[in-house]
């Protein structure tokens, strides 16, 4: 990946020792294969949602909740713990914190490979998503000290780059997988990527803390743990509930706001706070965290209701729906290395908001498809998709990271990686409670008209596209006729949220406009007036 003229005759580098300089590339490389798993399990479990769906032995016979659960429990546990795993590493040691981290994921998956219950595959995602809290912070905190800021960018871009390549090969493999062995399989092909990490860490990665973190701070870290859980718990339940009105979502989420309130309160009050709140007072910071939580409020949303529309509607295995979704991959992975350098010509707000357009775009072309649309279409959209999903990511994780001072990268990737999860569950919850409603509101004459149906099999029928289909099929020659009907529900419900993703995306791109820095503005710069060697003190630990 390095090319000669990054290794040799290059200028002495006081910021990171040279040791590590020269071996930067190869650091990023183990740094890409951490972020690989944890997005590659994700994009797994896409894919292998039908086939857990189904009765056993091929699958667990999971109920939509409980599917939303299998995803959002894993969402809980990461988004509360984010936070805290990036102070911890900043504190005990990015390397170990790593190495605890991919350790955990590793366990939590061969348990969730052999899970004899939806409720068992619940909990070990909870585990799992415990063990990448600590991966995610660590890998991008990690690549700050071992980078010097010129070339941090082209770094971020790459290290962004993984996640397309996870998007990419993780549905593909889910379907190969899922058609040679049994469901579990997708969560046990984690086992032997995650032993690989663990040996070139130990032998390739240094160690780096914050060289003075001063004293603990442990209420503002229970107060962040605290918040960010029920925030997150409540906005799942007003998913799976398909009502945000209802007591205990209000109570929820209210108290979650409550408690980040308070968080925000003692941390402004506190000698020694876990983070310094008044980096949000800075537009770009604020604004590029902002832009990290729309997208990926509107993205989540979508690629959760894309799966059931080729698979249940337009009728392709899990292994051909990989191949479909392969263009949003393929663009990230030529666009996010090569995002720079766009930066550079045109700067990041109007790269950011041009991102922000295409996925607009894209989310409002999603309404084109219907059961028998040219597969051309979505191909196109999704490729676009992933163009501008390119142009977003590297730059405002670069902002976000330029704006902390180097040692407390930690807490920078963490904030960072957060607000990108809370947007995920929200986009899951609020879009997925949307859609279910539009499905249900869309069906329930077709529903009713079915005689001798019990209103309890008529509710459940009417969750899902994929549970009025499985009536249809236990219904026999009699359940024909709900399948054209069902499947013109989900297209109604589909563009229906749609459109809601395709609103938030344009609200990214105002935010972007009108808060990110312009071409040729001067950027922070935290480190400036520090001692060199105080920033790569604890590089070459």
Same mark, same amino acid.
């Given at each position: 990946?390095?090319?000669?003229?990054?290794?040799?005759?290059?200028?002495?580098?006081?910021?990171?020792?040279?040791?590590?300089?020269?071996?930067?590339? =190869?650091?990023?490389?183990?740094?890409?294969?951490?972020?690989?798993?944890?997005?590659?399990?994700?994009?797994?479990?896409?894919?292998?949602?039908?086939?857990?769906?189904?009765?056993?032995?091929?699958?667990?016979?999971?109920?939509?909740?409980?599917?939303?659960?299998?995803?959002?429990?894993?969402?809980?546990?990461?988004?509360?713990?984010?936070?805290?795993?990036?102070?911890?590493?900043?504190?005990?040691?990015?390397?170990?914190?790593?190495?605890?981290?991919?350790?955990?994921?590793?366990?939590?998956?061969?348990?969730?490979?052999?899970?004899?219950?939806?409720?068992?595959?619940?909990?070990?995602?909870?585990?799992?998503?415990?063990?990448?809290?600590?991966?995610?912070?660590?890998?991008?905190?990690?690549?700050?000290?071992?980078?010097?800021?010129?070339?941090?960018?082209?770094?971020?871009?790459?290290?962004?780059?993984?996640?397309?390549?996870?998007?990419?090969?993780?549905?593909?493999?889910?379907?190969?997988?899922?058609?040679?062995?049994?469901?579990?399989?997708?969560?046990?092909?984690?086992?032997?990527?995650?032993?690989?990490?663990?040996?070139?860490?130990?032998?390739?990665?240094?160690?780096?803390?914050?060289?003075?973190?001063?004293?603990?701070? !442990?209420?503002?870290?229970?107060?962040?743990?605290?918040?960010?859980?029920?925030?997150?718990?409540?906005?799942?339940?007003?998913?799976?509930?398909?009502?945000?009105?209802?007591?205990?979502?209000?109570?929820?989420?209210?108290?979650?706001?409550?408690?980040?309130?308070?968080?925000?309160?003692?941390?402004?009050?506190?000698?020694?706070?876990?983070?310094?709140?008044?980096?949000?007072?800075?537009?770009?910071?604020?604004?590029?965290?902002?832009?990290?939580?729309?997208?990926?409020?509107?993205?989540?949303?979508?690629?959760?209701?894309?799966?059931?529309?080729?698979?249940?509607?337009?009728?392709?295995?899990?292994?051909?729906?990989?191949?479909?979704?392969?263009?949003?991959?393929?663009?990230?992975?030529?666009?996010?290395?090569?995002?720079?350098?766009?930066?550079?010509?045109?700067?990041?707000?109007?790269?950011?908001?041009?991102?922000?357009?295409?996925?607009?775009?894209?989310?409002?072309?999603?309404?084109?498809?219907?059961?028998?649309?040219?597969?051309?279409?979505?191909?196109?959209?999704?490729?676009?998709?992933?163009?501008?999903?390119?142009?977003?990511? !590297?730059?405002?994780?670069?902002?976000?990271?330029?704006?902390? !001072?180097?040692?407390?990268?930690?807490?920078?990737?963490?904030?960072?990686?957060?607000?990108?999860?809370?947007?995920?569950?929200?986009?899951?919850?609020?879009?997925?409670?949307?859609?279910?409603?539009?499905?249900?509101?869309?069906?329930?004459?077709?529903?009713?008209?079915?005689?001798?149906?019990?209103?309890?099999?008529?509710?459940?029928?009417?969750?899902?596209?994929?549970?009025?289909?499985?009536?249809?099929?236990?219904?026999?020659?009699?359940?024909?006729?709900?399948?054209?009907?069902?499947?013109?529900?989900?297209?109604?419900?589909?563009?229906?949220? =749609?459109?809601?993703?395709?609103?938030?995306?344009?609200?990214?791109?105002?935010?972007?406009?009108?808060?990110?820095?312009?071409?040729?503005?001067?950027?922070?710069?935290?480190?400036?007036?520090?001692?060199?060697?105080?920033?790569?003190?604890?590089?070459?630990?």
């Amino acid at each position: 990946m390095a090319s000669p003229s990054d290794t040799q005759g290059a200028p002495a580098v006081s910021g990171v020792p040279e040791v590590i300089h020269r071996r930067r590339w =190869a650091i990023l490389v183990v740094l890409m294969l951490s972020v690989l798993v944890v997005v590659l399990d994700n994009s797994i479990l896409n894919v292998a949602m039908k086939t857990i769906a189904s009765p056993e032995p091929t699958g667990l016979g999971a109920a939509q909740s409980q599917l939303e659960w299998a995803i959002n429990s894993y969402t809980l546990v990461f988004a509360g713990l984010l936070f805290t795993a990036g102070l911890l590493g900043d504190r005990l040691g990015r390397k170990k914190v790593l190495l605890g981290g991919m350790t955990v994921f590793g366990i939590g998956s061969v348990l969730a490979a052999f899970s004899g219950s939806p409720g068992e595959l619940i909990g070990y995602r909870a585990v799992m998503g415990l063990g990448a809290a600590f991966v995610m912070p660590a890998t991008l905190a990690i690549l700050v000290n071992v980078f010097e800021r010129e070339e941090q960018p082209r770094a971020i871009g790459i290290w962004t780059a993984a996640v397309g390549l996870g998007i990419a090969i993780g549905p593909i493999t889910g379907g190969v997988l899922l058609e040679h062995f049994w469901w579990g399989s997708v969560f046990f092909v984690n086992v032997p990527i995650v032993i690989v990490a663990l040996v070139a860490m130990s032998l390739l990665v240094p160690d780096s803390r914050d060289p003075a973190p001063g004293r603990l701070d !442990p209420g503002g870290v229970v107060l962040s743990v605290v918040g960010l859980v029920l925030l997150v718990y409540g906005i799942i339940k007003g998913g799976q509930l398909a009502d945000f009105t209802d007591g205990r979502v209000l109570g929820t989420i209210g108290g979650g706001l409550a408690v980040l309130v308070l968080f925000v309160v003692h941390e402004k009050r506190s000698d020694h706070p876990a983070i310094d709140v008044s980096y949000f007072r800075k537009p770009a910071f604020s604004a590029a965290i902002a832009a990290i939580a729309l997208v990926f409020f509107a993205l989540m949303g979508v690629t959760f209701f894309m799966v059931f529309y080729i698979q249940s509607v337009r009728g392709y295995s899990a292994l051909e729906s990989g191949l479909l979704i392969l263009p949003l991959a393929v663009a990230q992975l030529i666009f996010a290395p090569r995002t720079r350098l766009v930066v550079e010509r045109f700067g990041v707000r109007t790269v950011c908001a041009g991102g922000m357009l295409l996925v607009a775009g894209t989310m409002a072309g999603f309404t084109q498809l219907a059961v028998d649309t040219p597969l051309v279409v979505m191909e196109v959209l999704f490729f676009v998709q992933g163009a501008g999903m390119a142009h977003i990511m !590297p730059p405002v994780t670069l902002t976000v990271m330029q704006t902390l !001072p180097r040692q407390k990268a930690g807490s920078g990737s963490a904030l960072n990686n957060t607000f990108r999860q809370v947007g995920g569950a929200l986009g899951v919850a609020v879009l997925g409670s949307v859609l279910s409603t539009a499905y249900r509101d869309g069906i329930k004459d077709t529903l009713a008209a079915v005689p001798g149906l019990p209103d309890s099999a008529r509710h459940a029928a009417g969750e899902s596209v994929e549970a009025t289909l499985g009536l249809a099929e236990k219904l026999g020659p009699k359940g024909q006729a709900l399948i054209g009907p069902a499947h013109d529900a989900f297209i109604h419900a589909m563009h229906v949220t =749609a459109l809601g993703s395709a609103a938030v995306a344009l609200l990214g791109a105002l935010v972007s406009v009108a808060f990110l820095p312009r071409k040729g503005a001067a950027p922070d710069d935290p480190d400036a007036g520090r001692p060199r060697e105080k920033a790569g003190a604890g590089a070459g630990r």
